[in-house]
């Protein structure tokens, strides 16, 4: 049940029939706006129910031409009241033609129509045209990982106020500081960073398979001794020495997207995808994880630190020829439920799992990203 097929076609009579639905719907959308009153729509739109977490029952969304990872990434955003609880709060742009360039906006749009609509999905038509305009390309099929990072930056770039930014940060971003540290004078170098997601290798430096998230999560944070080529250059000694590099954990979102790297380069340039099978549990808990050397956080901190999966983005198929889908457990139900583009239909902790992986199915359906949910925060 957990194993998903639904590849693309990708011929040009599809993407121009989609193409010519694009611009009917999107002129009709326009026409609409135009004619409804600015201020009625924008009380509307303020009043919108912030949770799009099968208030209506579970909604799928369409495909519009490979569209499968943003319907995918979608989901997991809409899903996550949190992020809707920010949305509902945006300033609306004040004409027409900057309501159709805003990210947030549509989003919001596409949120109230998944809401107030009795239909089993609806278009994200309006919304994949708002991207075009950012280079995010109609009837291409994007990676889950960029496409989720270009739309959290898009999201950020727009929202505007300020402190809605810092609460789309708070949610989101993870803080590490990195460490070089010199071998031969012990000169060390510390810089604090904030990243989206944690890219997470899924093989070692010996190209040996990482048997379980936890040991990615810890190879991730281990040193790294940095020799021969890859020597750094010393202010202190004057000249290029070996250094140890490392990571240390400062701070954890409410929000955490990890990133299985399943997608890596072969010695011909060529991207090769590991199908390997990898658990990920239910529950995460980075103390149990991570040495005290891996972290740099106090105990307060450190005791936020508890985390329970909340969405899976799926991949099947090919590096070049694939299709997303999303598993997410409802924050209202605690039931999963599978969202396959239009078709959506609720389905067991099992069927999660068959997202794994397995090593001699390499068209079969693998986890790419991962949310973890805080606990306390649920």
């Known amino acids: 049940m957990g194993q998903r097929s639904g590849r693309q076609e990708n011929s040009k009579k599809l993407e121009l029939a989609v193409s010519e639905t694009m611009q009917a719907e999107e002129k009709l959308q ?3 706006e135009e004619d409804e009153e600015p201020m009625a729509k924008d009380r509307r739109l303020i009043s919108v129910f912030g949770v799009a977490d099968l208030k209506n029952g579970a909604i799928g969304l369409y495909n519009v031409g490979q569209s499968c990872c943003l319907n995918s990434v979608l989901q997991v955003f809409l899903m996550n009241i949190h992020f809707t609880g ?3 709060r ?4 004040p004409s027409a033609a900057q309501k159709r360039k805003n990210v947030p906006y549509q989003m919001l749009l596409l ?3 998944m809401q107030r609509g009795k239909q089993k999905a609806v278009s994200p038509i309006a919304l994949a045209c708002c991207l075009s305009v950012y280079r995010v390309k109609l009837f291409v099929q994007h990676d889950a990982a960029q496409l989720f990072l ?20 708070d949610l989101y971003a993870i803080c590490i500081q990195e460490h070089l540290a010199c071998q031969k004078c012990s000169f060390e170098v510390k810089r604090k960073s904030s990243m989206i997601t944690l890219p997470i290798p899924v093989l070692d430096f010996n190209s040996q398979v990482l048997k379980t998230l936890e040991a ?10 940095l020799t021969d080529k890859n020597m750094c250059f010393c202010e202190q000694c004057g000249r290029k020495t070996p250094f140890l590099q490392s990571m240390k954990l400062v701070h954890l979102p409410q929000t955490l997207t990890i990133h299985l790297k399943r997608f890596c380069f ?3 340039a060529k991207i090769h995808k590991l199908s390997h099978y990898l658990p990920f549990p239910q529950d995460l808990d980075f103390n149990a994880i991570l040495t005290e050397d891996q972290c740099q956080a106090d105990d307060k901190e450190k005791a936020a630190w508890q985390y329970e ?5 799926a991949h099947s198929g090919s590096t070049s020829c694939g299709h997303y889908c999303a598993y997410v457990r409802s924050l209202t139900e605690c039931k999963w439920y599978c969202f396959n583009d239009s078709e959506v239909c609720q389905v067991s902790w099992d069927d999660v799992k068959c997202t794994y992986g397995h090593s001699s199915l390499h068209w079969g359906e693998t986890a790419y990203l991962l949310t973890y949910m805080r606990k306390h925060s649920q």
């Open 30 to 32: 326009n026409n609409k």
């Open 86 to 88: 920010l949305l509902r």
């Open 90 to 93: 945006i300033t609306v742009p």
């Open 111 to 113: 949120l109230e129509e």
């Open 150 to 169: 270009t739309l959290w930056n898009l999201i950020k770039k727009q929202m505007k106020m300020p402190e809605l930014v810092e609460e789309l940060s």
């Open 216 to 225: 990615c999560l810890q190879y991730f944070f281990h040193p790294e001794e």
């Open 266 to 268: 072969e010695e011909s």
């Open 309 to 313: 999966l909340f969405a899976v983005v």
